[in-house]
Nanobody
Framework: QVQLVESGGGLVQAGGSLRLSCTASGRTFRSYTMGWFRQALGKQRELVAAITSGGITNYADSVKDRFTISRDNAKNTGYLQMNTLMPGDTAVYYC???????????????WGQGTQVTVSS
């Protein structure tokens, strides 16, 4: 069992930056792939970025070169550094954990409660 808690969301102007954190409970977190998803109002939840236990990363095209996913297994914490934010990035952001490397929503077994990111123009 893995419990995930996100933090770091908030309101920022376009062009600004935020760093989201995801703190996990459980000693097995380091063996999971961690993903960041987001869901905007009226839209489906989509993968933003994922990172395997070994550090292999994958990004949605819309955030490449702006967002960086990372993890510190010693601290049981994952991060999403978001730069050059745009109004289109406004959404609730969720971290999630999967036993396999996947970009598919349904493969992620554990989810945080979500944190709101709002980007004003």
């Amino acid at each position: 069992q893995v419990q995930l808690v996100e933090s770091g969301g908030g309101l920022v102007q376009a062009g600004g930056s935020l760093r989201l954190s995801c703190t996990a409970s459980g000693r097995t977190f380091r063996s999971y792939t961690m993903g960041w998803f987001r869901q905007a109002l009226g839209k489906q939840r989509e993968l933003v970025a994922a990172i395997t236990s070994g550090g292999i990363t994958n990004y949605a095209d819309s955030v490449k070169d702006r967002f960086t996913i990372s993890r510190d297994n010693a601290k049981n914490t994952g991060y999403l550094q978001m730069n050059t934010l745009m109004p289109g990035d406004t959404a609730v952001y969720y971290c999630a954990a999967s036993r396999i490397y996947s970009t598919t929503y349904s493969d992620y077994l554990y989810w945080g409660q979500g944190t709101q990111v709002t980007v004003s123009s």
